[in-house]
């Protein structure tokens, strides 16, 4: 039954398109070849379907929590410096790398609430995202965000060695709420986020995540995670 939700939900508008080229080409197969290959069409149209599936999510609401930009596992926590492209200096924050595999949830979520200071897309190769060099070599759209209080956060999106293509929605001096749907990017991937000098992340390497609800990091300054939140 869990199973049978997390396939039945809505699906998001970037992948109608796709969808509708994967079952062309599987009506194709069954009248022009042999069924087996119009049977293969078929699994691949389903995962299509699957991976731009679009669920909701409960969104915790206590200021000062950073959620995961993404779903799918935390592959590294170092000190990096942000990307070159925002202009934040040559200062090294500690970085979180969610990686994405095909079967994850690909939308991308807002963080944290603020205001967007600035985005930039800049083209680059298509490496494996597992590989640390990725954040610096791949196509990417690197966003900087600044809270009420005046923390100033980076995240940004990561093409993969199957992903071809980034979509942000974001725009300079847009106000976001935390866990707001902001882009996805097609077909594996990873997303970088950047905290705030000080600030501790509540998760670890290993751990799996889920966009908009597993909260990364505390700005209040909290040891661990909050344990009754309110969420929306």
């Given at each position: 039954?869990?199973?049978?939700?997390?396939?039945?939900?809505?699906?998001?508008?970037?992948?109608?398109?796709?969808?509708?080229?994967?079952?062309?080409?599987?009506?194709?197969?069954?009248?022009?070849?042999?069924?087996?290959?119009?049977?293969?069409g078929v699994i691949?149209?389903?995962?299509?379907?699957?991976?731009?599936?679009?669920?909701?999510?409960?969104?915790?609401?206590a200021e000062g929590l950073i959620v995961s930009p993404a779903d799918g596992v935390v592959q590294m926590i170092e000190r990096a410096v942000p990307p070159e492209e925002l202009g934040m200096g040559s200062d090294a924050r500690l970085r979180i790398s969610v990686f994405l595999n095909v079967f994850n949830v690909h939308i991308n979520r807002v963080p944290l609430g603020g205001t967007i200071i600035?985005?930039?897309?800049?083209?680059?190769?298509?490496?494996?995202?597992?590989?640390?060099?990725?954040?610096?070599?791949?196509?990417?759209?690197?966003?900087?965000?600044?809270?009420?209080?005046?923390?100033?956060?980076?995240?940004?999106?990561?093409?993969g060695l199957v992903a071809r293509r980034i979509v942000c929605y974001l725009t300079d001096n847009q106000e976001v709420r935390t866990g707001e749907r902001f882009g996805l990017i097609r077909f594996g991937s990873r997303t970088d986020?950047?905290?705030?000098?000080?600030?501790?992340?509540?998760?670890?390497?290993?751990?799996?995540?889920?966009g908009g609800e597993t909260i990364i990091a505390d700005l209040k300054g909290k040891n661990e995670a909050p344990m009754a939140l309110e969420v929306r």
């Open positions: 039954m869990d199973t049978l939700k997390s396939v039945l939900v809505p699906i998001n508008q970037e992948g109608h398109r796709f969808i509708a080229i994967f079952a062309a080409i599987t009506v194709a197969l069954f009248l022009f070849t042999w069924p087996l290959l119009g049977w293969i691949l149209t389903l995962w299509c379907v699957y991976f731009f599936r679009d669920p909701d999510r409960h969104v915790p609401t600035r985005q930039v897309y800049r083209p680059g190769k298509f490496l494996n995202a597992a590989l640390d060099k990725a954040s610096e070599e791949n196509e990417r759209h690197a966003v900087h965000l600044r809270d009420k209080d005046g923390n100033d956060i980076v995240f940004v999106q990561i093409a986020i950047y905290l705030p000098e000080g600030v501790e992340p509540l998760v670890g390497v290993g751990q799996s995540m889920v």
